[in-house]
């Protein structure tokens, strides 16, 4: 009976929900032109399984996100070609389960519960929602009956799944590789200011966080509300992603241990300090948890008030009205991106941390055929030299990328490609989480009330010990299936 009242507590629960909500999107059909169209079928016909036999042809899936990359909703927007190839290929088509980043897991949990899965919900960034816990907890399903790293296909991806694996259980398909953060900036400011160009910088090997120090010391001024730096990132950026080492990591046998003695992590986070007692983080009166504009992506650095807003691609692979608003005008050349500087104290090179982009399969999925084949769209767009060119020319037409921004995407991949790197700081106990948190951030948000070495002395035994307690329930899930 209890189990009864609890199952129609949490239908009615989900009936409030979406009730409740705001009005749906009404998403658009944009079209590729018929050459286009032509290119990609014939090249899909050598890649892909066949149309008349592929399992998960002529279905439908169900994605739950808090964002729809399939579906377009201007008609100023890019098309999204492994989409456009999982309806035209194989007459397959995407429900959009919408909801809020803050409700994911809540409104998840429902449907699971309800026995009313969606099929399928992002990795990547989204690994924060989804892995480990949630899998050893049972929200999302192994993909290895489905997905094989082994093929042509997806040559190249197997390292970067063993991220999200639990013994011999794979869970996450991995599509692609692409760069986390990066140093996106307005050309007209930094001229402006008299600042070097850090595009040139890079080309010159000369982008460091010397160099960045030097030009954010030089900006900031708290009376004019200009800061140099914005963004929840940039701690990460700089200690964990330009290093090339984390706080947390992994060994060869998928167990997780602290990493906070790394010298190099010790360097970036006692630079931290300094810019915070420096005072070249944007913050509203003395919180230094507040960004601008309730932290919409690039505020401020249009209008010369923010001179860097790290960030991961999507926040400013826009249409260009919305570049225009944020970060300035494309069509002037005012907008350009390099990858993270990279630490003087360190080996030289630069690094980038990858994203992961891709897709996790929920538990008794209703159609997991389905999300496999349009992984497999996903995956043939990223290889495949036709696609690649038709995707390139969409962001050139629409978007107005100049060559030197594509160029530098490729770069970016390049860097990734050469050194795979992947945040362990996902779906992590809450215990453990806390821990690596106050690591993570407290010297910018506490307003660097206490140094690394202060933080270090405490929250280093408990970094420890929860990552023992998370190394144990993974043993018992791999020898079980459960954690109890």
Not at 4 to 26: F, N, S, T
Not at 295 to 305: F, L, N, T
């Amino acid at each position: 009976m209890k189990r009864i009242l609890a199952l129609a507590l949490a239908l009615l629960m989900l009936v409030a929900a979406v009730g409740c909500g705001k009005k749906k999107r009404v998403p658009i059909t944009l079209t590729l032109s018929t050459e286009d169209s032509e290119a990609i079928m014939r090249a899909a016909g050598i890649t892909l399984p066949d149309e008349a036999t592929a399992a998960g042809a002529n279905s439908t899936v169900t994605w739950m996100c808090w964002y729809d990359n399939f579906h377009n909703y201007k008609e100023n927007e890019v098309l999204n070609t492994g989409y456009w190839t999982f309806t035209n290929k194989y007459h397959g088509d995407i429900v959009w389960e919408e909801t809020t980043y803050e409700n994911f897991r809540d409104d998840l949990a429902n449907l699971l519960l309800a026995g009313t899965p969606p099929d399928f919900t992002p990795t990547g960034i989204a690994q924060i929602l989804v892995f480990p816990m949630a899998c050893i907890k049972g929200t999302y399903q192994p993909i290895d009956d489905y997905i094989d790293y082994t093929t042509p296909l997806y040559e190249g991806m197997a390292d970067a799944a063993e991220y999200f694996a639990l013994g011999d259980m794979h869970f996450a398909i991995i599509n692609d590789l692409t760069f986390k953060d990066v140093v996106p900036y307005n050309r007209r400011v930094m001229n402006e200011w008299g600042f070097d160009d850090p595009y040139e910088l890079y080309m010159n090997d000369d982008w460091t966080w010397d160099k960045v120090t030097e030009m954010a010391l030089d900006f900031s001024d708290g009376d004019d509300n200009r800061y140099a730096f914005d963004g929840w990132y940039v701690p990460m950026a700089c200690a964990e992603q330009s290093t090339g080492e984390y706080i947390i990591e992994k060994d060869e046998n998928g167990n997780y241990y602290s990493n906070i003695d790394d010298p190099l992590i010790e360097t970036a986070e006692n630079m931290i300090y300094q810019w915070v007692k420096d005072d070249l983080f944007y913050h509203e009166g003395n919180d230094y948890w507040a960004n601008r504009n309730n932290a919409q992506y690039g505020a401020g650095v249009k209008d010369g008030k923010c001179l860097f807003w790290i960030c991961d691609i999507s926040g400013f692979r826009l249409p260009t009205d919305e570049m225009a608003d944020i970060w300035g005008d494309m069509a002037q050349g005012e907008f350009m991106f390099v990858p993270l500087p990279r630490h003087e104290s360190g080996d030289g090179n630069y690094y980038l941390s990858a994203n992961p982009t891709g897709y996790m399969m929920v538990k008794n999925a209703p159609n997991p055929e389905g999300v496999a084949l349009l992984a497999m769209c996903e995956r043939f767009k990223i290889i495949d030299p036709t696609v690649v060119s038709i995707d390139k020319k969409q962001l050139k037409e629409k978007y107005l990328w100049t060559d030197e921004m594509l160029d530098m995407y490729d770069h970016c991949n390049e860097l990734v490609q050469e050194n795979i790197r992947i945040y362990n700081t996902g779906d992590i106990p809450e215990n453990l989480r806390t821990a690596y948190d106050h690591l993570d951030w407290d010297i910018r948000r506490g307003g660097a009330a206490k140094t690394w070495a202060q933080l270090k002395e405490e929250f280093g035994e408990q970094l420890d010990y929860y990552c023992d307690a998370l190394n144990s329930d993974i043993a018992t899930y791999i020898e079980t299936g459960s954690i109890g």
